[in-house]
Antibody, heavy 117, light 110 residues
Framework: EVQLVQSGAEVRKPGESLKISCKGS????????IGWVRQMPGKGLEWMGI????????GYSPSFHGQVTISADKSISTAYLQWDSLKASDTATYYC??????????WGQGTLVTVSS | EIVLTQSPATLSLSPGERATLSCRAS??????LAWFQQKPGQAPRLLIY???NRAIGIPARFSGSGSGTDFTLTITSLEPEDFAVYYC????????????FGQGTKLEIK
C-alpha cells in the first residue's frame, strides 16, 4: 500500500527555521517525483515545488522559489520542506503528494505549521 | 502562466441530484487536466486525470470531459459523502513541471 506519512504539527516564532518531512512507503521512492502543496487557512491549494528523490532534481513555483528549500534523503525514503526564516504568512497546512505520472495520485495527511509571536 | 478558473464558486444541490462543475483554462491545456476532491480536515483526493480517466477506486458516478480550454466534472446522483470542495489542476512542462490549481468549487447540501 502506497503511503506518505508527514511529520507532526509545528509551532514556531517569526524568524525561526523549520524543516518538515514526508516519508514514503509501499513503492519505489526513488522513481516518483514528490510535490509540496500549501493550503492557507480557509483557502485553496497552491503548488510550491517538486523533487525527484532519485537524483534530487527540483522544480519550484516562481511564487515560492527562494522562499523554501525542497530536499530528499533517498536512503530513508523521505522528502523535506524547509524554511530558513519563517513569517506569520507561512501559517498553513502543507501537503506532500506523489506525482504518479499523470497527477498527484497519493497525498500525505498534511502538516499544520503555525507561525506566531 | 496558465490560469484555471472554476465555476460556480458554490453549488447548492440535494442528494440524488446531478452536479456539473466547470473549469476553464486561460489557454489550451490539451487533455491534461485533473480533478481533486477535498473534504474538511482531509488531504485532497485525485478523482480524474487526463480530463476523463477515473483514478483508482473512484466511483463511476464521477466523470470528466473536455479538452483545450473547457472542462467539466459531472457527478450523477449525488451521495451525502460527495459534498466537498473540488479543484481542477493542470501540469505543464513535466518533468519537473509547473502545476496550477483552480480556486475551487464548494459543493454544498441544499
Amino acid at each position: 500500500e502506497v503511503q506518505l506519512v508527514q511529520s507532526g504539527a509545528e509551532v514556531r516564532k517569526p524568524g525561526e527555521s523549520l524543516k518538515i518531512s514526508c516519508k514514503g512507503s509501499g513503492y519505489s521512492f526513488t522513481n516518483y517525483w514528490i510535490g509540496w502543496v500549501r493550503q492557507m487557512p480557509g483557502k485553496g491549494l497552491e503548488w510550491m515545488g517538486i523533487i525527484y528523490p532519485g537524483d534530487s532534481e527540483t522544480g519550484y513555483s516562481p511564487s515560492f522559489h527562494g522562499q523554501v528549500t525542497i530536499s530528499a534523503d533517498k536512503s530513508i525514503s523521505t522528502a523535506y520542506l524547509q524554511w530558513d526564516s519563517l513569517k506569520a504568512s507561512d501559517t498553513a497546512t502543507y501537503y506532500c503528494a506523489r506525482e504518479g505520472g499523470t497527477s498527484f495520485d497519493y497525498w500525505g495527511q498534511g502538516t499544520l505549521v503555525t507561525v506566531s509571536s | 502562466e496558465i490560469v484555471l478558473t472554476q465555476s460556480p464558486a458554490t453549488l447548492s444541490l440535494s442528494p440524488g441530484e446531478r452536479a456539473t462543475l466547470s473549469c476553464r483554462a486561460s489557454q489550451s491545456v490539451s487533455k491534461y487536466l485533473a480533478w481533486f476532491q477535498q473534504k474538511p480536515g482531509q488531504a485532497p483526493r485525485l478523482l480524474i486525470y487526463d480530463s476523463s480517466n477515473r483514478a483508482i477506486g473512484i466511483p463511476a458516478r464521477f466523470s470528466g470531459s473536455g479538452s483545450g480550454t473547457d472542462f467539466t466534472l459531472t457527478i450523477t446522483s449525488l451521495e451525502p459523502e460527495d459534498f466537498a470542495v473540488y479543484y481542477c489542476q493542470h501540469r505543464s512542462n513535466w518533468p519537473p513541471g509547473m502545476y496550477t490549481f483552480g480556486q475551487g468549487t464548494k459543493l454544498e447540501i441544499k
